[in-house]
């Protein structure tokens, strides 16, 4: 166990519909990242998160959304979804990336059909 | 978009030998990092080097940085059948979005 929690692990949806994806960084961790990854593009930074406000935007589409609460767990939120968008999604929480680097979760499953 | 690429995609090797991963990657970084990935499973850190360092050990792991070359790489010494997994690279310019490469999947054969 990492320390950082992901829920749902997996998930099937219809395509169009809109899904979140939840995530409680480690203990004491003020960041969090979210990652997509997917066999044809590999791991791909989407969002990051700091204390509550947005620090770092990646290849995030306009349809996917994120936020951090107070508690500093975070949602990411992806709507009107296409096939192409089936992929693992990752959490990752840090307290200082430049000492210690990054814990993930392990991961959601999300399967569009 | 990808910052770090590793080479070469795949690897196999007999249990015992070693196994050495490369990694390019094209803008000036704050640190290099490298992790292992189980199939279908969440990323687990392994060692960060910084861009002021030019070799770190950690256990079987040896990780050199040539920052004029912008490559690095990753010597897993005496392997094992429990070290199968892909091996990632990741570099940022700050510390807010780290980029990751396309992985070396590596297979240690018993």
């Known amino acids: 166990d990492s320390g950082v929690t992901q829920t749902p692990k997996h998930l099937i949806t219809a395509t169009g519909q809109r899904v979140t994806l939840r995530c409680s960084p480690r203990?004491?961790?003020?960041?969090v990242y979210w990652y997509q990854q997917s066999l044809d593009q590999g791991l791909q930074f989407l969002i990051q998160?700091?204390?509550?406000?947005?620090?770092a935007k990646g290849n995030i589409l306009e349809r996917f959304s994120a936020q951090q609460f107070p508690d500093l767990h975070s949602e990411l939120n992806l709507s009107s979804l296409e096939l192409g968008d089936s992929a693992l999604y990752f959490c990752?929480?840090?307290?200082?990336?430049?000492?210690?680097?990054?814990?993930f979760g392990s991961g959601t499953r999300l399967t569009v059909v | 978009s990808q910052q770090g690429e590793e080479d070469p995609q795949a690897l196999s090797i007999q249990e015992g030998e070693n196994a050495t991963m490369n990694c390019s990657y094209k803008?000036?970084?704050?640190?290099l990092q490298w992790y292992r990935q189980n199939s279908g499973r969440g990323l687990v850190h392994l060692i960060l080097?910084?861009?002021?360092?030019r070799e770190k050990h950690s256990g079987r792991l040896r990780v050199t940085l040539d920052t004029s070359k912008k490559s690095s790489s990753l010597l897993i010494t005496a392997s094992r059948a429990a070290d199968t997994a892909s091996y990632f690279c990741?570099?940022?310019?700050?510390?807010?979005?780290?980029?990751f490469g396309a992985g070396t999947r590596l297979t240690v054969k018993p």
């Open positions: 990752a929480s840090s307290v200082d990336p430049g000492d210690y680097g990054y814990t």
């Open positions: 990741a570099t940022a310019e700050t510390l807010n979005d780290m980029r």
């Open positions: 803008t000036s970084i704050n640190n």
């Open positions: 080097i910084r861009s002021n360092e």
């Open positions: 203990s004491g961790d003020l960041s």
């Open positions: 998160y700091y204390n509550g406000e947005e620090r």
